[in-house]
């Protein structure tokens, strides 16, 4: 399977300068690696920057020439087109700015704009309409981690993919994104076992939901940075990860990415 290395910006940086310098720098160290005789593309992630909505075009024009592909952070759940909604951009906005997929769900939106499980459906819902892809993040609380009910929450976020209208079509286009609530931007994160055996159950309940998200990537988010990619990278239950702190550095984006690209091909023998 294909892995991936996605960053998400976030509410960085803060300039459209420091978006040049970082799209351009991750531009030419990526280059300078595909460009290299043994390079394997079949081994190296897809890699994926998702930055602030008012930097999508900007962004997405650096990248053009690359198969480095641009995503969006959110997209509004009022509507998949145009309307009176002051504030909101539309999952076609995003895509016709150059954004081929979208976060829905990261905890960060779900706390601090208290987006409801309608909100998420919608969302995904107006995403696959338009063609953009969608990364689904789900997450345990510290609360629930320390109660050992991190399977039964994560089930319970996943199970909204039930109420999304024609899934079998959608399939190719969605990738989960197991974040722990706890892990985020705290320099903590479990351990590889935790991981896997999280991803396992992950795994099984969506092929439960619709047998074709048995192919759905899962990707580990949370405090993953150029130190700690390894040990994900070498998991054959971890397809790649979501990165936000370290993807604000191009080195260490593009040191993930070694990460899973040298964990594949050991894992491919
Ligand atoms: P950090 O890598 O900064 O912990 O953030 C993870 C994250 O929220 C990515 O979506």
């Keep these: 399977m294909q892995s991936w290395v ?25 280059l300078q690696k595909q460009s290299s005789q043994d390079f394997d593309s079949t081994c190296y992630p897809q890699l994926m920057v998702a930055p602030s909505t008012i930097h999508l075009v900007m962004a997405s024009q650096s990248l053009e020439d ?9 997209i509004s759940a009022k509507s998949a087109t145009i309307g009176a909604y002051t504030g909101d951009s539309s999952a076609q906005q995003m895509l016709n700015a150059g954004g081929s997929w979208t976060l829905v769900g990261h905890s960060e939106r779900r706390s601090y704009h208290r987006e409801t499980e309608d909100t998420l459906i919608t969302k995904m819902r107006f995403a696959f309409e338009q063609g953009l892809g969608v990364v689904f993040c789900i ?12 399977i039964p929450v994560l089930e319970e ?12 079509e959608f399939f190719a286009k969605i990738i989960i994104a197991y974040e722990p609530v706890w892990s985020i931007g705290t320099g903590k994160v479990p351990s590889i076992e935790e991981v896997e055996k999280v991803h396992q159950a992950i795994k099984q309940y969506v092929t439960g939901i619709n047998a074709s998200l048995a192919d759905a990537p899962i990707l580990y988010g949370g405090s993953v940075n150029a130190d700690n990619a390894d040990q994900f990278a070498a998991s054959k239950w971890v397809d790649g990860a979501l990165v936000g702190g370290a993807s604000l550095d191009a080195d260490k ?9 040298q964990g594949k091909q050991q894992l491919n023998g």
Excluded: H, M, R
């Design 6 to 30: 996605i960053g998400n910006w976030k509410k960085n940086p803060a300039t459209l300068t420091e978006v040049n310098e970082l799209t351009s720098a991750i531009k030419s160290k990526f």
């Design 253 to 261: 984006f593009l040191s993930i990415a070694d990460s899973f690209y």
């Design 139 to 150: 997450g345990e609380t510290i609360e629930a981690y320390d109660l050992g009910k991190t």
């Design 157 to 168: 976020q996943l199970q909204i993919l039930k109420s999304l209208p024609n899934l079998n």
């Design 66 to 74: 690359t198969n480095i592909l641009v995503g969006c952070q959110d």
